[in-house]
């Protein structure tokens, strides 16, 4: 049983398009996580949203609590942008994690 | 800065070997996390501590052991390594965000390739 569920889990993109990325919840959590990893490993947070929206450059997050649903955009895609997206559903102080969404994009 | 530092980017020790996985954090986190990520799996909870000598499984606990002896220091162990064990391991720690109630920040380790050969 998935608590988190990403999709797609791979993405091919070319230079400049608009990119969605899902993430379905059955957990109860009042906030929920988006992360990205890049190649070698590294993770950074992006964002952190209990409601609505919330941008960060070419970078928005969106999450529906009522529906147990966030999306993740990136607007005017960019090869540096490849890279591993997670979604994490906290609940407690425990995480729960999406499988990950690896996205390339090709110049 | 909140550091959680991975002692090791990459690894190669041998089945049969005890393996040491050493982590640290530099904010007096409470809550540190050992995962492993591998492809199609995405990360799975291998142990958690809620604060010095505590210890929780996670979901996949088996052939792993855990120390966290000090606050600031949380560390995996292999007994005995095996192949199916090669892996990233990530290390994080969590922390109550000010201001909030039950939002927690959350901070990752580079990561350790391990490969068991």
């Known amino acids: 049983k998935n608590e988190v569920e990403q999709s797609p889990q791979n993405l091919t993109a070319q230079e400049g398009e608009f990119i969605t990325i899902n993430c379905s919840y059955s957990?109860?959590?009042?906030?929920l996580h988006w992360l990205q990893q890049h190649p070698g490993g590294g993770i950074v947070s992006l964002f952190m949203?209990?409601?609505g929206k919330k941008k960060h450059g070419r970078l928005i997050a969106t999450i529906n609590i009522q529906e147990k649903h966030s999306s993740l955009h990136i607007t005017a895609s960019h090869p540096r942008d490849s890279a591993v997206y997670i979604c994490?559903?906290?609940?407690?102080?425990?995480?729960?994690f999406g499988t990950g969404t690896s996205l390339t994009v090709i110049p | 800065d909140v550091k959680v530092t991975q002692s090791s980017r990459y690894l190669v020790k041998r089945t049969g070997e005890k393996v040491f996985l050493e982590c640290v954090q530099d904010?007096?986190?409470?809550?540190m996390f050992w995962y492993r990520q591998d492809p199609g799996l995405g990360l799975r909870l291998i142990y958690f501590?809620?604060?010095?000598?505590?210890?929780e499984k996670g979901d996949i606990p088996e052939g792993y052991s855990v120390s966290r002896e000090k606050k600031e220091r949380f560390s995996l162990i292999l007994e005995s390594a095996s192949t199916n064990q090669t892996s990233m391991y990530l290390c994080?720690?969590?922390?109550?965000?000010?201001?909030?109630?039950?939002?927690?920040?959350?901070?990752f380790g580079s990561g350790t390739r391990l490969t068991v050969v």
């Open positions: 994490a559903a906290p609940s407690g102080n425990q995480f729960y």
């Open positions: 501590s809620y604060d010095v000598k505590m210890k």
């Open positions: 949203l209990s409601s």
């Open positions: 994080a720690s969590s922390f109550p965000l000010y201001g909030t109630v039950n939002h927690y920040g959350y901070t």
């Open positions: 904010m007096d986190h409470e809550n």
């Open positions: 957990v109860g959590i009042s906030a």
